[in-house]
């Protein structure tokens, strides 16, 4: 009789009884079994092999101490690669901009003015997104030569992918009782985008576009080492010469860079919030 | 004049939501529209403004029939029919005065309205239509900073900029205090005498119906159930309208 009572506690604590209870604790044991399947194959395939972390820290001391001090004499002549740097960010981030705000404007569900174009733009967005920007900057320079040019156009292209999704998803996002109303005004397609649609979004879209600016700065750095320009290729080129001291130069000149554009977007976009 | 000639609306969905539905309202006019929820108050609006097609009958205004028209005819006819609703609908981050003259933008189609420009002389008018709503002093203000009856009042002065011989007001004081909500109609009334509009409004309060309507139409069910000036409506005929349909 007793144990009757319990069965019939157990059953409504677990559906299913029994049975229920030993299939989740096998579905849990299941889960943990894959996890740690999935860490082991990550851990062979990288080769990790932490013991070289141990012997390898008289090469990594001897790079430190061979970098030391920077080369503060190189200072003005680094001063150019580091502009160009950061103005193939700024023409990356405002050629992405314009072109992904029309792109945004068609792939936005709710104000798109027909689905071909809808998923046309979608496409466009998702194809310049999915190619990494130091695949489109290998393109570049092959299409237009070494340079800071080809670095720009790539930010601009694999921006396009990042600004026109998530321009896209604010327009989407959107009040649209005020677009309504406006349209019940008589006012025209345009009238209404200009006069509706653009100043409700325009903060967001400015917040996305310096955030992406930000971004672009830190990638900017790294294309140079495919041929297209700016600080990365300098670091590219001193690294192969062995020269460490500049090397340590070039990184604080990116560190400050970095540093200097992050908190400058934040300021900025904490205003327009 | 506003004349609806036997206005009918099935949905595809096989629900008639207005059943042969006729009114003629005069300029001059507030026409308030009570009816319980479901009954097709909002239909019969979306219908007049055709963002809604009848499936049957006409929509006039003045010597125009609405319901023939379609693209650009229909859009500068409706330039005579403007419309408020329960929100406000105001452009949050543009000024007060900014959101009033954007009511006017369908008179000009030329490239600086195109390109997010306000014509001189629309925003001059904006400035006298804010007046005319008691909110002169608020016009450079940021609409996302007014409070819910001055936002209405602004989309009031807005529908006023559009110059139009009909105002349709969907239940413009449903999300006002008491307070604001008096003040919303009688500016909708004082629009109605001194501006020689045709004011059709929806409403659920009774009272109000009751203190500011010129004639008062009851609907169920999609259609008309009476249509009386304001000192012939009975009570009983109007606790019947918000009564269930099963009841």
Known sequence: MIGDVASVRGARRVPGGDWGRALGHAARAVLVLVLILIVVQSLIVVRARPQDLVTGIHGMADIIRRATPPDFSKFRTELWPALETIDIAIFGTIAGVILAVPLAVLAAANVTPSRILYYAARSVIGFARAVPDLVWALFFVTAVGLGPFPGGLALAVHSIGMLGRLFAETIEHMDMAPIDALALTGARRVQIFTHGIVPSVLPALLGISLYRLDENIRSSLVLGFVGAGGIGFQLLTAMELFQYREVSLLLIITFVIVLAAERLSAILREKLA | ?247
């Open chain 2, 1 to 247: 004049m506003l004349n609806v000639r036997g206005l009918s609306l099935r949905y595809p969905t096989g629900k008639l939501a207005l059943a042969d539905f006729s009114i003629t309202a005069r300029a001059g006019e507030l026409v308030i529209v009570l009816g319980g929820n479901g009954s097709g108050k909002t239909t019969l609006l979306r219908c007049i403004t055709r963002t809604l097609t009848p499936t049957a009958g006409e929509v006039w205004i003045n010597d125009v029939n609405l319901t023939r028209l379609n693209g650009e005819k229909l859009r500068r006819a409706r330039l005579a029919l403007a419309s408020i609703s329960q929100h406000a609908a105001l452009v949050r981050r543009r000024s007060v005065v900014a959101n009033v003259a954007t009511g006017a933008l369908g008179h000009h189609g030329n490239a600086w309205t195109a390109l997010g420009g306000l014509p001189r002389v629309e925003l001059a008018a904006a400035h006298r239509y804010l007046e005319q709503v008691g909110l002169g002093a608020l016009a450079t203000q940021r609409a996302g900073t007014l409070s819910g009856g001055q936002a209405q009042r602004v989309a009031i002065a807005r529908a006023l900029a559009q110059r139009p011989r009909v105002l349709l007001a969907d239940e413009p004081v449903a999300s006002l205090d008491p307070e604001a909500a008096e003040e919303i109609m009688r500016l909708l009334r004082r629009l109605a005498r001194e501006d020689n509009l045709v004011v059709l409004c929806v409403l659920h309060q009774v009272e109000l119906a009751y203190a500011y309507a010129d004639r008062v139409v009851g609907i169920r069910g999609g259609g008309v159930v009476f249509d009386v000036p304001r000192a012939e409506v009975s009570r009983e005929a109007v606790r019947r309208l918000y009564m269930s349909e099963a009841a």
